[in-house]
């Protein structure tokens, strides 16, 4: 805690611009552990750090600006080049910034044991900063036999042994050469924390290798590993991470732009001053309207001239009304970069965990979306992203095997179109094969037998999100059993977004979420059902018709129509919301019919009157109504009536659920 008071204000702002230099350190460490020749950015992490170290100083919080003030020097013997970048390295540094991410949260939470943590961390930092590099500088020389298949797989695991046996300073042919061409000899430089005696019955224990053979580079040390870089020949690009600004350190290399200033996604949003000042001069022709209101009030004039008036201001209200919407809603608009940067440090982790080599991309982050639906699908995308590295992916020796690049690719792509947001999560991993998501189906008894014969595959692949449903073969620490993609729907069918899968098997998978841009304000259509009026969204609707009742066919208890050669189930609101709102079908008179698409297949709702097309604010309903199967919210209508707002989705799921049971 400060030694002195704060202002709840100056709070505040400390939180605010903490966390804001804590997303720069841990976006900045993520790329510089594979840019670390960009002097350019371990200078713009060296700045984060001292920044949070002089703010924490300033307000007092001492434990965060001891730790701070150990991270900056180690980050400046690395900005000097006396201190190489490894990879155990940059996992010290992440533990501190996840420590002082907690501190943050305990700060903010006025808890006083939340900050307990730091002193342990900066202790290992501080002898971290204390050591030199230790070890046993080893020179490995290792060959595949003339006639073995596949010389480059042995090679690579031969690779995979050394980097578990320290740090791999340097290798020839690197894990890139190896994917390119066909190699049978290989040289590496490691500093050594397992004894090499144990190391080289490992790789004794390989198959098809004729020779390994080992010896230790006079010297040791850092200062000895460049002696022996020199020794062996090896190039400056075989692999080593080389310190920014030291020798070489790539400052004639165009760099990459360095990070700029992201904030953590919380309950504020930043407005640009011009839209501020426009909605200001909004407010202002509001209060110039309300007074010609108070004015006409008392006006005497006779009624012709004051419908004349009204209707002026009643136009004018309407633009200013809708000019308020498109601001205040452009106000709500936040870029997808504000969940999209937490994403790395999910990859890189993830593929640590699980010794897999991998690249990720992400294109379309400064995509615009309603905050509300930012913050209900950071979940699911955590859950994607995990599964496309756990599940997704093959192993090294795998792809290897298959021919494929030993790097294998993830990417997040979030992109415009029409009235919706798409974003995607692809992976070049194994695809998933339609049978065998059928055939656990069928043993787990998700589908009957006769059902299967009529499934498309597209059908088969949305099994995959039903509840409990799994083909994982194995139990996996990091995505658990596989199962959790019912939640991942649920959660994204909560905001009214859909969630679909495309996948080609030994190619790869891609899952799609289809958001809608804003969930305040939608555009619906308005029906009447048992005397009241509910709303649905246009983006669900397919189609209006109307239909006669002898058109309207029966099986197994349900009703269906036939529209345009498809057949669909025809829902009467009565089955589903009670007698109330059941629709009384008079003869000799066709009846308007909703055609919805929620999901693949689209099915109709019988309604009483259509009563057109509006723009609907959606409110929450209160929680003591409780969860309405198809409800979702309510919207007050411009008469002052209330309109129920339909969840297409949650009705689908519904008669789907009635249909099975």
């Not at 090679?155 to 049978?184: C, D, F, N, S, W």
């Not at 390994?212 to 692999?239: L, N, Y």
């Not at 494929?404 to 919706?420: M, W």
């Given at each position: ?17 903490a ?11 993520l790329?510089f552990e594979?840019d670390?020749r ?9 700045r984060?750090?001292h920044?949070?170290k002089?703010?924490a ?12 003030h150990?991270?900056?020097?180690l980050?400046?013997?690395?900005r ?5 970048v490894?990879?155990?390295?940059i ?5 501190a ?7 943050l949260?305990?700060?903010?939470n ?19 900063l204390?050591e030199e590099e230790?070890g046993c500088l080893?020179?490995w ?17 031969a690779?995979?042994i ?5 740090v ?12 390119a ?5 290989m040289?590496a ?6 004894p090499?005696e144990e190391v080289?019955?490992q790789l ?9 053979a080992?010896?230790p ?7 000895a590993?460049d002696?022996?870089?020199?020794q ?5 690009e075989?692999?080593?991470?080389q310190?920014a ?12 732009p360095?990070?700029g200033?992201?904030g ?7 407005v ?10 909004l407010?202002?022709e509001l209060v110039?309207?309300r ?6 009030v008392?006006?005497?004039?006779d009624a012709a ?7 002026e201001v009643?136009?004018h209200?309407s633009?200013?009304?809708t000019?308020?919407q498109e601001?205040i809603?452009r ?8 969940l999209?940067?937490?994403?790395p440090?999910?990859?890189r982790d993830?593929?640590h965990q ?7 991309a ?32 093959e ?17 997040l ?11 995607e999560?692809?992976?070049?991993g194994?695809g ?7 055939d656990?189906?069928?043993?787990r008894?998700f589908v ?19 509840p409990g ?14 199962v959790?993609l ?10 009214n ?25 939608v555009q ?5 059902l048992?005397g ?8 669900n609707v ?7 009742k ?8 349900w009703h ?11 829902i009467?609101p ?8 059941r629709v009384a079908?008079p003869?000799g008179?066709p009846m308007?019919?909703v055609v ?5 297949a689209?099915?109709?709702?019988l309604?009483d009157r259509?009563l057109g097309?509006q723009?609907?604010?959606?409110k929450?309903?209160?929680p ?11 919207s007050i ?6 309109a129920?707002i339909v ?11 009635r249909?099975t049971h």
């Amino acid at each position: 805690m400060p030694g002195f008071e704060l202002t709840d204000e100056e709070l505040r702002v400390f939180l605010q611009e903490a966390s804001e230099q804590l997303e720069i350190l841990e976006q900045g460490l993520l790329r510089f552990e594979k840019d670390a020749r960009n002097p350019a950015l371990v200078q713009e992490i060296f700045r984060a750090a001292h920044t949070l170290k002089g703010g924490a100083g300033a307000a007092g919080f001492q434990e965060i600006e001891r730790l701070t003030h150990v991270l900056e020097s180690l980050l400046d013997e690395v900005r000097s080049g006396r201190r190489a970048v490894t990879v155990p390295l940059i996992d010290r540094m992440l533990e501190a910034v996840d420590a002082l991410r907690q501190a943050l949260v305990a700060i903010e939470n006025d808890d006083a044991e939340g900050s307990a943590g730091l002193a342990a961390v900066r202790s290992r930092l501080e002898q971290l900063l204390a050591e030199e590099e230790q070890g046993c500088l080893v020179e490995w020389k290792v060959r595949v036999r003339e006639d073995a298949p596949m010389p480059s797989i042995r090679l690579y695991q031969a690779q995979l042994i050394l980097e578990e046996a320290g740090v791999l300073r340097e290798v020839h042919p690197t894990a890139e050469m190896l994917e390119a061409e066909e190699h049978r000899e290989m040289t590496a430089l490691v500093l050594h924390e397992k004894p090499p005696e144990e190391v080289e019955a490992q790789l004794a224990a390989l198959e098809d290798l004729e020779q390994v053979a080992w010896s230790p580079v006079s010297g040791g040390g850092g200062s000895a590993a460049d002696q022996a870089g020199e020794q062996t020949g090896f190039g400056p690009e075989a692999g080593r991470i080389q310190p920014a600004g030291g020798v070489n350190g790539g400052a004639e290399e165009e760099q990459q732009p360095v990070l700029g200033n992201a904030g953590a996604l919380s309950q504020t949003v930043r407005v640009d001053v011009a839209l501020l000042d426009r909605l200001m001069n909004l407010v202002g022709e509001l209060v110039t309207d309300r007074t010609r209101l108070q004015r006409l009030v008392s006006l005497d004039a006779d009624a012709a001239a004051l419908q004349e008036e009204l209707e002026e201001v009643s136009s004018h209200l309407s633009r200013i009304t809708t000019d308020l919407q498109e601001s205040i809603m452009r106000a709500r608009m936040i870029p997808l970069s504000t969940l999209f940067r937490k994403f790395p440090r999910l990859i890189r982790d993830a593929s640590h965990q699980l010794g897999k080599e991998v690249d990720f991309a992400v294109s379309g982050e400064e995509t615009e979306l309603d905050r509300s639906v930012i913050e209900q699908i950071g979940d699911p995308l955590m859950h994607l992203l995990r599964n496309a590295v756990d599940h997704g992916l093959e192993g090294p020796e795998e792809r290897l095997r298959k021919g494929k690049p030993v790097t294998g690719r993830v990417s997040l792509t979030a992109y415009h179109q029409e009235n919706h947001i798409f974003i995607e999560v692809s992976d070049d991993g194994r695809g998933i094969d339609p049978q065998k998501v059928l055939d656990a189906a069928l043993e787990r008894g998700f589908v009957t037998h006769d059902a299967a014969q009529n499934l498309s595959e597209s059908e088969i692949l949305e099994l995959l999100m039903a509840p409990g449903f799994s083909t994982a073969q194995e139990v996996s620490a990091l995505s658990g059993r596989g199962v959790g993609l019912d939640v991942v729907r649920r959660n994204i069918e909560r905001v009214n977004g859909q969630l679909s899968v495309e996948t080609r098997v030994g190619e790869g998978t891609t899952w799609r979420i289809k958001l809608p841009l804003t969930l305040a304000i939608v555009q619906a259509l308005l029906v009447e059902l048992g005397g009241d009026v509910f709303a649905i969204p246009i983006s669900n609707v397919i189609e209006a018709l109307r239909r006669w009742k002898g058109e309207v066919e029966a099986a197994h208890g349900w009703h269906l129509i036939r529209v345009r050669d498809q057949v669909m189930p025809l829902i009467d609101p009565g089955d589903m919301w009670g007698d109330a709102y059941r629709v009384a079908w008079p003869e000799g008179k066709p009846m308007p019919v909703v055609v919805l698409q929620a999901g693949l297949a689209p099915m109709a709702l019988l309604v009483d009157r259509l009563l057109g097309e509006q723009e609907v604010v959606i409110k929450q309903l209160d929680p003591i109504v409780g969860d309405v199967p198809g409800i979702s919210g309510a919207s007050i209508l411009g008469d002052g009536s209330v309109a129920l707002i339909v969840d297409v989705v949650g009705l689908t799921k519904e008669v789907r659920r009635r249909v099975t049971h």
